[in-house]
């Protein structure tokens, strides 16, 4: 058995094992003894490399930038390698909340895709060789990497629409963190909701009484929820029963059907980081727990997800919104 596949053997057994690291690094070395004119076999190559590390299974090193970096500038690797090499970074920058350089690279690895080839057998190459995608179909180098460029401009036109608000940062009126989760780019949230209700569902409470609507200084605090904020016993009474605050009150990590959340460290779909989406209700089909929400609007249109509960980030309850 030749070296290269023994490597990309490994690689796979071990991807199918749960050994994401190992696999990874099989694959790369599958990828670094394989022939260079074997296009078709390096790009299952890199390709299984590059996924298992966007899957986010374990923390990337800086060896595995650096891999990637390497293939990125190398001027003598195909056009698609080297887009491939730079949305993978992008995400992996990503991962590390490193925003400037997740653009960064995003913005290369268009430049090098749109950029026109100098010579006509690379522009042929790109148009004729067929490659095996992830999903068993064959299509052509170009093809390949259009879609990836495609990835890579919907991510980046995702990034740059954002906001940064503190989502779902609650603090006491004297300033103490009550609950503070990730602080997460917020999209427009699908189309249904406009930028004033996304400042209602992700304000910070704490400054007056959610009932009364009056500044205080000292304000009681939902037990339950730790979401509302009340200037006497009355109020939070009155909230509980004319408004309905026990209908909308949840622990923290409980999310009922119809709930506004948002979506937050997501590793499989990015694009949907920050999206404020809606409960379903729980994934059935799954064995971990998980949510089924819809996306509204959200980069695709109408999406229907399943996330864990770790990824939901929760906002104010619907009877506490300003």
Known sequence: MSEYLKHQNLGVMAFYAGRYRYSADEYWKAFLSVPSQTHEARYYLLHGCTSTLRGAHFEASESDFEKMRGILENKHEPRLFRVEAGYTLGILHYDREERHKCEEMYQRAITIGERKLSKAKDSKREETCLLTKGDGKKSTMKEIMMGVLEDCKKNLKQMNSATRVPAGAFFSPEGNPIRMTHQMLIGRGGTTLTNAEITNLTVVGGLRCDYCKKEATKLELCSRCRMGFYCSKECQRNQWTIREHKKYCRIEGQFEPGDLVQCARLKNNPELNGFIVRVIGPDTTSIEERYKVQAEGAVKGD????????????????????
Do not use: G, V
């Open 303 to 322: 999406r229907i997800i399943s996330i864990k509960p770790e990824n939901l980030n929760q906002l104010r309850p619907f009877d506490c919104r300003n």
